[in-house]
């Protein structure tokens, strides 16, 4: 399918929001529940799967995009917002929880970009978003995103979402890094994942890193993020109030230990 052609303006600091620009006929698909505001004469329809399945193939096209989004996590619909008016016209969408709105340009990252489940935020009508399995059983286990991922493929724009400051770093073939898997954002396809031991039980136990890294192994690029939306939540999780059991009162070491998962930190580290 032709990708749309859009204009975006990206805005905020922390909780940043994107208004995509249509032209006549122009449509663009967000995810449901992220629409901030659109300018009148922009309609609205809410389809099966990513849009892109949803505007052919009959009924089993639509149920199998929406089969793919499903094992992601994410919601069966997408909403479709098209300019039927004569002029240009606005539609925006904002972030989930403070960070950066990355524009993704499909085209010149060679048509694939594998994120994150909950990393897309909208698109240009004719991106389709697939699914992407992780190759080696370990990575599934322990790789802080699970054995699924999500796949943005086309030529278009596609704006994903990270949590606090966001870095893109260009791997050269064989080169590698390590990075704290709940990190991790995005990469090209050529970039190989793989799970790494830290090495020392001492450093799993204590370091609050977990057992587990990713190592991220180029050609390609990869997006990092500073805040994995599970390290927030975690750590908002341990400061509220405790309710059953006995409240927990702040300075507790009990009460940190049961809040923050000791043993989930100690596999996954920001495993989600």
């Known amino acids: 399918m032709?990708?749309?052609?859009?204009?975006y303006e990206i805005k905020g600091a922390e909780m940043q929001f994107v208004e995509v620009e249509l032209d006549p006929g122009e449509a663009a698909i967000g995810e449901a529940g992220s629409m901030m505001f659109m300018d009148a004469g922009i309609?609205?329809?809410?389809?099966?799967?990513?849009?892109?399945?949803?505007?052919g193939g009959g009924l089993l096209g639509k149920l199998?995009?929406?089969?793919?989004?499903?094992?992601?996590?994410?919601?069966?619909?997408?909403?479709?917002?098209?300019?039927?008016g004569t002029g240009k016209r606005r539609v925006a969408f904002a972030a989930p929880y403070?960070?950066?709105?990355?524009?993704?340009d499909l085209?010149?990252?060679?048509g694939t970009l594998i994120c994150q489940k909950d990393a897309f935020l909208c698109a240009a009508r004719g991106v389709s978003l697939g699914i992407a399995l992780q190759k080696k059983l370990s990575t599934g286990f322990f790789g802080g995103e699970g054995f699924i991922m999500q796949k943005l493929e086309g030529d278009g724009l596609a704006f994903v979402h990270a949590g606090g400051t966001v870095v893109r770093r260009t791997l050269q073939p064989g080169q590698a890094m390590l990075?704290?898997?709940?990190?991790?954002v995005a990469y090209t396809p050529g970039v190989n994942f793989e799970i790494q031991y830290v090495g020392k039980i001492k450093t799993a136990l204590f370091g609050g890193e977990g057992l587990f890294l990713a190592r991220l192994t180029g050609p390609?690029?990869?997006w990092l993020q500073s805040l994995p939306f599970s390290r927030l939540a975690s750590r908002i999780f341990a400061a509220a109030p405790q309710t059953g059991g006995g409240g927990r009162e702040e300075g507790s070491v009990l009460g940190g230990f049961a809040?923050?998962?000791?043993?989930g930190g100690l596999l996954g580290g920001d495993d989600e």
């Open 2 to 7: 032709a990708m749309d052609v859009v204009d």
């Open 43 to 55: 309609a609205m329809d809410t389809v099966f799967g990513d849009g892109s399945a949803g505007q």
């Open 64 to 84: 199998l995009g929406a089969g793919k989004r499903l094992v992601t996590g994410e919601s069966l619909f997408t909403t479709i917002y098209t300019n039927q």
């Open 98 to 104: 403070p960070g950066k709105i990355l524009a993704m």
């Open 107 to 110: 085209r010149q990252l060679g």
């Open 179 to 184: 990075v704290d898997t709940g990190c991790v």
């Open 220 to 222: 390609g690029e990869v």
């Open 259 to 263: 809040g923050a998962g000791l043993l």
